[in-house]
């Protein structure tokens, strides 16, 4: 019988990490059932954003590589549908697997439902409700050219419901026809599956840091409205400094390149005090196996990203979130994210709370039972009655 040819399209680290979970769950137990054929944009192409991931999560090499690289939105995402179109137009494949909400999800969103290839959407649903953020505007085109929308919360199936977007539609599907899945998190399934080999294989990474398990914060910043604005960055950073020197708590920083350009050229004597300063420990970009280390040792997280949210609750570790609003809002509800924007009043208050009471939260199972990328595989055998 005929595989399903699968194209997966990446582009930026996110992605990437979510992708392995779908490569790594054909390989061990649909082989027969799937061609996989990997898409690589070059949104990110540093090493550390990038080729770092392949090598360490075993995964199969782009068989296409489109090097769009950085631009400004219009043009990296034109970029990206020109070269998508061309692969979909010569690999004619049963379906477009899409990752989460960067340019790199829209470009083959648009690409792959224009040449009415059904698109699947894993993690679809999210929303900020605040469409000055591209991602917003990506996730929600996205969901809307798609055929099977995989939710992993909730909150994410309501908003599609809340769309328009309906739960009793039946077979067959189609991008008129879709049908929403309430999933877990793909991520879940690989914080699970990576969290003990971390530990084996990168637990001296804490040595090299000077860092004693429980005993630090982690911290990420690469939100364009954390980077670009300098007020915020400046505001955050500041207030990060002050506390890990008042607590005597280091805080270890792997900064996004974004972040880092910004720091250099527009607050440049601020971060050489910052590299000089005996509790902060800024880093380039960690791979997976790193980070998961130091999310499951740190004794808090600090971040304005997506994924690392997520991560805070699978190694039930308070999470105070540099943004405004969350897509993941069960952990703020929860309690165990706090909303602190750049604000320096609300970041140390909210920092002294759970430096305070972190014994007591309690971490739900709000994320599945890290075995999502099997359940999406088995719906689309079913799909196309494999
Ligand atoms: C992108 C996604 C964001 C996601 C993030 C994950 C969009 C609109 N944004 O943001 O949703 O959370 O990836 O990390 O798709 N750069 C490098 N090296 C690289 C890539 C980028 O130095 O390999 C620098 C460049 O200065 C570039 C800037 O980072 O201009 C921004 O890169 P871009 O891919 O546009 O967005 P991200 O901020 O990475
Ligand atoms: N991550 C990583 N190294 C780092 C920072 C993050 O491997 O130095 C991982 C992190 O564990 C998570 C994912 O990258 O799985 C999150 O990506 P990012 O923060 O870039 O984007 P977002 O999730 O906000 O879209």
Request: net charge neutral; with cysteine; aromatic share 8%.
């Amino acid at each position: 019988m005929p595989r399903i040819k699968l194209i997966n399209i990446v582009g930026a680290r996110p992605q990437i990490i979510k992708a392995s979970a779908i490569g790594r769950a054909i390989r061990s137990n649909f082989s027969d059932k799937f061609t996989e054929i990997l898409v690589h944009t070059g949104q990110h192409y540093d090493k550390e954003l990038s080729d770092v991931f392949f090598e360490e999560l075993e995964m199969r090499k782009p068989d296409y590589n489109l090097g769009v690289g950085s631009a400004r939105h219009g043009r990296q995402t034109a970029m990206m549908l020109t070269g998508i179109e061309d692969v979909l137009l010569k690999e004619k494949p049963d379906c477009v697997v899409l990752y989460g909400d960067t340019n790199s999800t829209l470009a083959g969103a648009l690409a792959a439902s224009k040449l009415h290839f059904p698109v699947i959407h894993i993690e679809a649903g999210l929303r900020s409700f605040n469409k000055t953020m591209p991602e917003e505007i990506n996730r929600i085109t996205s969901d809307h050219a798609s055929t099977l929308l995989f939710t992993p919360t909730n909150a994410a199936f309501q908003n599609l419901i809340r769309e328009g977007f309906r739960s009793d539609n039946t077979p067959p599907y189609s991008i008129d026809n879709p049908k929403i899945y309430l999933t877990g998190d793909i991520m879940l399934d690989n914080s699970l599956y990576f969290a003990d080999l971390a530990e084996r294989k990168k637990g001296s990474l804490l040595e090299t840091l000077s860092v004693e398990k429980g005993a630090f914060i982690l911290a990420t910043i690469h939100r364009d409205a954390n980077t670009d604005e300098i007020t915020r960055l400046k505001a955050i950073l500041q207030t990060l400094k002050s506390l890990s020197e008042e607590y005597k708590l280091i805080m270890v920083m792997p900064l996004h390149p974004r972040t880092t350009i910004s720091l250099k050229t527009n607050l440049k004597s601020f971060y050489s005090e910052l590299l000089k300063c005996k509790y902060i420990r800024i880093i380039p970009p960690v791979t997976f196996l790193e980070m998961t280390l130091l999310e499951k040792n740190s004794s808090m997280i600090i971040t304005d990203s997506g994924g690392v949210q997520k991560e805070s609750h699978f190694f039930r570790k308070p999470c105070l979130v540099l943004r405004k609003e969350t897509e993941w809002i069960e952990l703020v509800k929860n309690g165990t994210a706090l909303l602190v924007d750049a604000d320096p009043e609300k970041i140390r208050n909210e920092f002294i709370k759970f430096i305070n009471c972190c014994s007591e939260l309690e971490y739900p199972g709000f994320y599945g039972d890290g075995k999502t990328a099997e359940f999406i595989l088995k719906e689309i055998m079913w799909m196309f009655k494999k």
